[in-house]
């Protein structure tokens, strides 16, 4: 990044420049533009009722077994990924245990933790393919992030994990130092609301990744906040599908796809869809 020239930003400002208005006009209602294009899906979710599901605040969600995401991802072009524990999943780690294996070579988990959890425990899911750690911090007020701070710091220096945070990025803003301080982390869906925003960019700026997931669950201008944090650094966007989308108020389409390559053009589309969250996870992928 320090030697970028002057032409170069200019570049990508032309290529960002303007895409919230055409996505606006297109409607996106063309063909979908993804043909032949390698997909990471880098959050999607795997709900197999044969392992312990605990209701959140009341909600838990239906069944939505490997088989059915599969059939959905296969035909967007999805061949590598990251399966995440949900808040429902709570500590549970019998389900990502079963599917990894199955999904096989590219693919990966996210887990959940409790903060007492040893080291020899990371060790273990990390040789099973997991490769982060999930906070889920949307549904709670944020007094410290002290716990996290620890945790974080912990699994990276067992196993080079990094940290994913569920999470309205606003609720960040006083804890913006302590977590740039971190080796590494993502936010989840856009960081979820317009006032997040800022405080998103000011992460991004200090290393951190932001996952282009969840355009039906987020209160914000998605096309605007992609230009945003492409400008700021274009290796920080990692796409994901949300698939199944649970209690997002508009589940993940085939449309979120055309988006993400009509605001950001062919090339950082592609770095998106594939080389950061490759990179992230630490897949080794053709």
């Known amino acids: 990044m ?4 002057r ?34 899906d880098s959050h999607c979710h795997i709900i197999d009722h044969r392992f ?12 939505f077994p490997l088989d059915a995401y599969l059939a959905q991802a296969r035909p967007l072009g ?24 199955k999904l096989g070579a590219g693919w990966v988990g996210v887990t959940q933790l409790p903060n007492d959890c040893p080291d020899a425990e990371i060790v273990r899911l990390d040789a099973l393919g997991v490769r982060g750690v999930r906070f889920n911090l949307f549904r709670g007020q944020i007094d410290s992030v002290d716990d996290l701070v620890t945790m974080a710091k912990r699994v990276h220096a067992v196993a080079g994990w990094h940290s994913e945070l569920y999470v309205d990025a606003a609720a960040l803003r006083p804890h913006i130092g302590a977590l740039s301080k971190l080796p590494q982390i993502s936010i989840d869906h856009l960081g979820m609301t317009e006032a ?8 991004v700026a200090a290393g951190c990744k932001v ?8 209160k ?13 650094n274009p290796r920080a966007l990692v796409f994901g599908t949300d698939i199944p989308s649970t209690r997002a108020q508009r589940p993940f389409q085939p449309s979120d796809i055309d988006l993400v390559e009509t605001v950001l053009g062919s090339e950082l589309a592609g770095k998106a869809f594939w080389d950061n969250p490759v990179g992230l996870y630490r897949v080794k992928a053709g």
Not at 7 to 30: C, T, Y
Not at 84 to 101: E, H, K, R, Y
Not at 196 to 203: A, H, K, M, Q, R
């Open 2 to 5: 320090g030697h970028e020239t």
């Open 7 to 40: 032409a170069m930003r200019l570049d990508r400002r032309q290529v960002l420049g303007g895409a919230a208005a055409v996505v606006a006009r297109s409607g996106l209602s063309a063909a979908p533009a993804w043909g032949g294009r390698r997909i990471f």
């Open 52 to 63: 312990p599901i605990v209701a959140n605040q009341g909600y838990s969600p239906p069944d």
């Open 78 to 101: 999805v061949v590598a990924g990251a399966v995440v524990s949900g808040s429902f999943q709570a500590n549970d780690q019998t389900w990502l245990i079963d599917v990894l294996p």
């Open 196 to 203: 997040g925003v800022p405080v998103l960019l000011e992460l």
């Open 211 to 218: 996952k282009a997931t969840g355009f039906g669950r987020v």
């Open 220 to 232: 914000l201008d998605v096309p605007a906040a992609l230009e945003a944090i492409a400008r700021s």
